[in-house]
């Protein structure tokens, strides 16, 4: 049973309670892989196709900063916050959010994580534990993080669910382990294996979700550890896969599975799971970016069909191609047409059902382009 790891006791809070230290990976017995090679081929399949259908699109950073945007609130619902995405982007627009401006704080420093994290390994920056510091240093800035060593591995005992270290439902390695499993498991990462990319990425997640070597925020930043290392090792040109939607709806089960990982070293049974959910997110998200240059077509050719009003009107469809939520004056800076123009154009897509108003308001009125908004908002609302 070396594959399940030990339990130590260890003084907590006053308390001596029992610590889970995991066994370094890779699982030893060795994982039991051949009755997965089918899942595993449908799974990178699916990535292949959702990487290529990225590149179809005619921004792709701008889908993509839209989908770590959406991967950003669904990761930080999971953890709790009541944002939406309206919320989120009525944030960034300076107009005042339904939910506490805390709530969406969080998101917005997720995003920023996410976006420092992919700029570093395209810089040639390594994988390493020293950018998960950095990236938690922004994930944690302001707000409710700022008192929770931002940027710092824990200095002190943590402990999942309950309200003190003795009736938790789980508690982490102390510190005392805190150097050796996090330098093995950065081993693991770096380390030359035969086991495939989205399998280390599966045990990796796991590893660290189980080390839990911050104060705070060591939940989001797991969920992103996948799709970096997916990214380091070239299965994905583009950060396109992210698990947290469903993770959001199994979550129930994904806790249970991390249980019998440390418990009863059962690996392959979350195997199975992350699996299957990289195939169901992939595809989904490959049907999204369809969907999404499928409408932006089909509207352009109705703008188009307007004769010589098009040319400005096509100018705002654009800037609500890249922020589908946006006032007036925002779009005027964006596309540096004049505030009438834009006005005039907005209330000819807003006739054409494209847009519409969504605060009542008679000044700083919001525009949503609903049919994009929609694609973007499916599974996206809080828990």
């Avoid at 990982?261 to 998200?285: C, N, T």
Wanted: net charge negative.
């Amino acid at each position: 049973m070396s594959r399940a790891g030990t339990f130590i006791s260890t003084a907590a809070a006053g308390e001596t309670v029992r610590a889970y230290v995991p066994a370094p990976l890779p699982p030893d017995p060795a994982l039991d892989l051949a009755p997965r090679f089918g899942l595993l081929d449908k799974a990178n399949q699916a990535l292949g196709r959702l990487d290529g259908m990225s590149t179809l699109l005619p921004n792709t950073s701008l889908f993509l900063y839209l989908y770590v945007q959406k991967e950003a609130l669904l990761s930080s619902q999971i953890e709790g916050t009541q944002s939406s995405l309206a919320d989120l982007l009525l944030y960034e627009n300076a107009q005042a959010p339904s939910t506490p401006i805390d709530d969406v704080e969080e998101v917005s420093n997720y995003v920023a994580a996410i976006n420092h994290g992919l700029r570093r390994l395209k810089e040639g920056f390594p994988l390493s534990l020293r950018l998960l510091r950095e990236m938690h240093a922004l994930l944690l800035r302001g707000g409710r993080g700022a008192n929770k060593q931002p940027g710092e591995f824990r200095r002190s005992q943590n402990w999942i669910g309950g309200t003190r270290p003795g009736n938790a439902t789980f508690v982490p390695p102390p510190i005392t382990h805190l150097d050796d499993t996090l330098g093995a498991l950065e081993r693991f990462i770096h380390g030359e294996t035969p086991l495939p990319i989205l399998v280390r990425a599966a045990l990796a997640h796991v590893q660290f979700e189980t080390i839990h070597p911050f104060l705070d925020g060591n939940g989001r930043l797991g969920r992103l550890l996948i799709t970096l290392m997916l990214c380091h090792e070239g299965a994905l040109k583009e950060p396109t896969l992210y698990l947290s939607l469903y993770l959001k709806e199994h979550r129930a089960e994904y806790y249970a599975l991390l249980t019998r990982v440390r418990e009863d070293g059962d690996w392959e049974a979350w195997l199975d799971f992350f699996l299957e959910g990289v195939l169901i997110v992939a595809d989904q998200a490959t049907d999204a970016a369809r969907r999404t240059l499928d409408l932006f077509e089909k509207d352009r050719k109705s703008i188009q069909a307007l004769g010589r009003r098009a040319s400005t009107i096509l100018r705002v469809h654009d800037h609500f191609q890249r922020s589908p939520l946006a006032t007036a004056t925002a779009v005027a800076k964006g596309t540096r047409l004049s505030f009438p123009a834009c006005t005039k154009a907005m209330a000819t897509l807003e006739e054409m059902g494209v847009l519409s108003e969504i605060t009542g308001r008679q000044r700083d009125r919001v525009f949503q382009y609903d049919a994009f908004f929609s694609i973007l908002s499916e599974g996206a609302e809080p828990l």
